[in-house]
């Protein structure tokens, strides 16, 4: 019975149109390159991420090192996204770690590196 019913009914509602707006020229807005914290095989950690003068610096660092690190980089960045990149052989319970302390550290935009296949 309740098939006849939305059998009969539903010829009857009429399609709504939405008419949404349009946007000039925006400008586009400027992002900031992620540092990229690289978690490897065997626990110890390194970070990747453009240095004020533009150029691409790497830097391997113990916990501490990365917590103040990422503290003085929040400062004068507070809007940069971490992403984590970890060995697939790291245990996740480290990477959640390294995700809270992260958060912990005021960083708003936290994602994770995977290769796709």
Do not use: C, W
Not at 22 to 50: C, F, H, L, W
Not at 63 to 92: C, G, M, N, W
Request: aromatic residues 4%; without cysteine.
């Amino acid at each position: 019975m309740l098939l006849v019913i939305f059998m009969v009914t539903a010829p009857l509602v009429a399609p709504s149109i939405i008419n949404l707006p349009t946007v000039g020229n925006a400008a586009p807005q400027e992002q900031t390159p992620p540092v990229v914290v690289n978690i490897k095989a065997d626990r110890t950690m390194s970070v990747k991420y453009k240095g004020d003068s533009g150029a691409t610096q790497e830097d391997t660092m113990t916990k501490a090192e990365l917590d103040s690190f990422i503290s003085a980089r929040q400062a004068d960045h507070p809007d940069q996204p971490v992403v984590i990149a970890a060995d697939k052989t790291v245990q996740y319970d480290a990477v959640m770690t390294v995700m809270s302390d992260l958060k912990a550290r005021g960083v708003k935009r936290v994602g994770l590196l995977v290769k796709s296949q």
